[in-house]
């Protein structure tokens, strides 16, 4: 029996906003593929792009960063900051040779555990749909 590839994907989620949004989709059972590792940082715009760039290189198939709506930043502009690293970082993967698919943004309150579970979902959908990273070692299973 043959086993269905799952991918390996690295979440970095806010402390304020999605990750709360992580405990309600939990405490709420709404159900999620077991894909994704969360690192919780204090804010999106403290995820610096080696951050990602790393992820990738130590195996990722994904890496998706969270943080709180626009306008809402506990430290006032952060996923501002986030936002235009996004942008940036899309490029830089790219020209890696990774799919920039690979990598997503999404803004999630905390009490938004239903739009946190479906995120999980769609993304590990995605990158189930582009396959293993083409900078995966192969020592990385």
């Keep these: 029996m043959s086993e269905e590839w799952e991918p390996k994907i690295i979440m970095f989620c806010c402390n304020w906003c999605s990750y709360g949004g992580s405990d309600t989709a939990g405490v709420a059972r709404f159900q999620q593929p077991p894909t994704t590792r969360i690192i919780r940082v204090m804010c999106s715009g403290r995820v610096d792009p080696t951050f990602v760039l790393d992820a990738f290189l130590e195996g990722a198939d994904g890496v998706l960063v969270t943080g709180c709506h626009i306008g809402d930043c506990h ?7 986030t936002k235009v690293r996004y942008e940036f970082l899309k490029r830089v993967v790219e020209e890696f040779g990774i799919e920039p698919e690979r990598l997503k943004l999404e ?3 905390a009490s938004e555990g239903d739009k946190f579970a479906s995120f999980v979902k769609q993304a ?18």
Excluded at 75 to 81: H, L, M, Q, R, V
Excluded at 124 to 141: A, N, Q, Y
Aim: no cysteine; net charge negative; glycine share 8%.
């Design 124 to 141: 590990t959908e995605d990158i189930k749909k582009l396959g293993p990273s083409p900078l995966k070692p192969e020592v990385v299973e």
């Design 75 to 81: 430290y006032i502009n952060g996923n501002e900051k």
């Design 107 to 109: 803004w999630i309150s």
